[in-house]
């Protein structure tokens, strides 16, 4: 705070302090502001150079209680305290910190700052792998593409070079021997507080202990830390909540994530709206959407995104030889059954299910919406089925109702479609698969294998069949979404070029954390650091904004060149008559898709599903009571919706070709 906002204390001032038990060893480096009432400080003692802003009015507290301003029985040491704030019963002192406007601190410990900080920024961690070799230095304003990139691309040196050069001087711009607590922020029955930033707004109640850590916090995502946690080398994003005894170590918990119920978490970053009760994470990189809620889950070593652990998943990353060197990969979507067990390595394609315990190294990556399991100790797979569940087209819906970052400028960028390019081409390569086992195999055969994992030989011209079905639907779903985009009255409308690159049919996509996009866009990107063109977070930011901007025209270009590959001529060039054909495998493809997930769904309410409802009687009254009726179900009137839906934008297209 600067000088000349000050003054010194008056003889009589000095002498109305004392009065009210207040004791400094140098009363000369204790500063007020101008207008200074000694009647709201009581039982200070005061070391080193204070400033304390004007103090007067009432003060709402986070549990409702309204206090007067002012400071009452507290040992300040090196503190700049901003206007109208309460700090009450600091047991130990509070030293080394600036405190800003508003902010309400009642009996804590301490709260102090030893020698110079980062406060948890540029702290490397060991995460995806346990024994090293892919550290990443956490930073509060780095974010999920930043980690992945970090992490994954370790054959790209001058990318991981310009990325720490990026975090060393965002480290150089923060480090302090002070402490901030924000304004507005609310501190109450902490034990000890050591070398950390507090953003505005911050709530922290109960804390044990934060060593070296950042609580980024403010007005419209105010971050929350709560009681019997335990935080050291740490970064906390804005809007999350971090409390009832969670663990916390060399780790970074990102905007509007949930992790408490005594989780530990030891080496991992878990990015936007994740969550982690209960369990441990050991070296984990949890995208977005990254949610543990059971106590007896450990993730170990693996990478996830919209992903769900079901009670007792469990990996392992050593196999007692080298040590825990092993790494494993689920990507977006997945989910793991009960108990449900993975040896590292292992890489499992988008949106898979993965039932049983797997001690075979498998991939998976190009055989994606697929139900894994595993009998007689071997695994087993069925491709493509897992886009016709109930579960999955639930989780569509959800993740983007539940994004609850609440910032402005929100760091992770996300890309909700489970259908998109990335998955697009996986259906493509994953049906080219499936054809060619077929092609290859004998038909004494039970199963074929791929890649380490079994399937049956039967299965695979339907499972094959299953992939068309996604393509069928879409590519329609491309087409309908271009018409709406670009209000349509003819086919010619569909077709103004708004892209700036030429987008080729064997263009890789990827899943950069979030933010599906062209491969050679990130290329760019990726160079771009390489060169030190990019030179900070914030031009980061900018430059994943600029790709994340273009996704729908890039996936239109991917369409379109998929199609002319596909059938040997441009889209552009198609009849009327092979349009209509185009849009009614669409509108069959997505009817039958809603039909077979409204099978599933209705298994929710027959057959077995009724057990231990009833229990003296009356089941089917129960049960209905209980949970309803089918056809009175939201979800299911949803799915009838949907198929209007498709029948009406079915029809809107066909007067595109009137």
């Not at 009255?489 to 708004?498: K, M, Q």
């Not at 890789?508 to 063109?533: M, P, Y």
């Amino acid at each position: 705070m600067s000088d000349n906002k000050y003054r010194a204390l008056s003889e009589e001032e000095i002498a109305a302090l004392e009065d009210r038990g207040c004791r400094a060893g140098d009363w000369s480096k204790v500063h007020v502001a101008a207008e200074f009432d000694p009647s709201r400080f009581h039982g200070i003692v005061f070391h080193g150079k204070v400033e304390i802003a004007r103090q007067s009015g009432e003060i709402l507290l986070s549990d409702g209680r309204k206090k007067s301003c002012g400071i009452y029985n507290a040992s300040l040491e090196n503190v700049a305290i901003g206007e109208n704030c309460y700090i009450a019963n600091v047991h130990v002192g509070i030293s080394n910190v600036n405190i800003g406007t508003g902010v309400a601190i009642e009996n804590v410990g301490e709260i102090i700052c030893e020698g110079e900080s980062t406060f948890g920024n540029g702290h490397a961690i060991d995460v995806l792998n346990e024994g090293g070799g892919r550290e990443m230095n956490i930073c509060a304003q780095s974010n999920a593409q930043v980690a992945y990139l970090t992490i994954m691309y370790r054959d790209n040196q001058p990318l991981i070079d310009g990325l720490h050069k990026i975090s060393d001087a965002f480290c150089a711009q923060i480090h302090s021997n002070r402490a901030t607590v924000g304004q507005n922020s609310r501190i109450k029955n902490c034990t000890k507080i050591t070398n950390v930033w507090i953003g505005e707004s911050a709530v922290l109640d109960g804390v044990l202990s934060l060593r070296e850590g950042t609580v980024a916090s403010s007005a419209e995502a105010p971050t929350s830390v709560g009681s019997g946690v335990v935080a050291e080398h740490f970064i906390i994003q804005k809007g999350a909540s971090v409390m009832d005894g969670a663990m916390v170590a060399s780790s970074l918990v990102g905007e509007a994530c949930k992790v408490g119920k005594q989780v530990s978490l030891e080496n991992t970053v878990l990015y936007a709206n994740s969550e982690a009760f209960h369990s441990e994470l050991c070296s984990v990189f949890g995208g977005p959407y990254t949610v543990t809620h059971h106590r007896s889950t450990l993730l170990i070593a693996g990478y996830f995104s919209f992903y769900n652990a079901g009670s007792a998943t469990n990996q392992s990353n050593h196999m007692y030889k080298l040590g825990p060197v092993h790494q494993g990969i689920l990507e977006r979507g997945c989910k793991t059954g009960s108990s449900a067990y993975l040896l590292w390595p292992a890489r499992v394609g988008a949106f898979s299910a993965v039932l049983g315990k797997h001690h075979a190294n498998f991939d998976t990556t190009n055989l994606p919406f697929s139900y894994i399991s595993e009998e007689g100790g071997r695994s087993f797979i069925i491709p493509g089925m897992n886009y016709f569940t109930t579960g999955t087209f639930r989780d569509a819906l959800k993740w983007p109702a539940r994004d609850k970052r609440t910032v402005s400028n929100k760091l992770d960028f996300i890309i909700f479609d489970v259908l998109s390019p990335y998955t697009g081409q996986k259906v493509i390569r994953g049906q080219e698969i499936l054809n060619d086992l077929s092609e290859r195999s004998q038909k004494s055969q039970t199963f074929v294998s791929f890649k380490g994992i079994h399937m049956k030989r039967l299965l695979l011209k339907t499972c094959s069949r299953y992939y068309q079905l996604i393509l069928d639907k879409y590519f329609g779903d491309i087409v309908i979404k271009r018409m709406q985009h670009k209000s349509a009255g003819t086919l010619a409308d569909l077709f103004t070029n708004d892209s700036d690159q030429f987008v080729s049919h064997e263009d890789q996509w990827v899943d950069i954390c979030g933010l599906i996009c062209r491969k050679n866009r990130l290329e760019h990107f990726t160079a771009a650091v390489s060169s030190g063109e990019i030179q900070s977070y914030a031009q980061i930011q900018t430059a994943l904004q600029a790709i994340y901007t273009t996704y729908h025209e890039d996936e239109w270009q991917w369409f379109l060149a998929q199609y002319a590959h596909m059938n040997g001529h441009p889209l552009q060039e198609e009849s009327s008559g092979n349009w209509q054909a185009f849009m009614e495998r669409w509108n069959t493809a997505s009817r039958k898709l809603l039909k077979m997930v409204l099978s599933d769904a209705g298994k929710e309410f027959e057959g077995n599903v009724k057990t231990g409802f009833g229990v003296d009687g009356n089941q089917d009254a129960d049960f209905a009571n209980v949970r309803g009726v089918f056809d009175e179900n939201s979800f299911k009137q949803q799915l009838e919706k949907d198929m209007q839906s498709a029948d009406a934008r079915y029809e809107d297209f066909m007067k595109l070709l009137v």
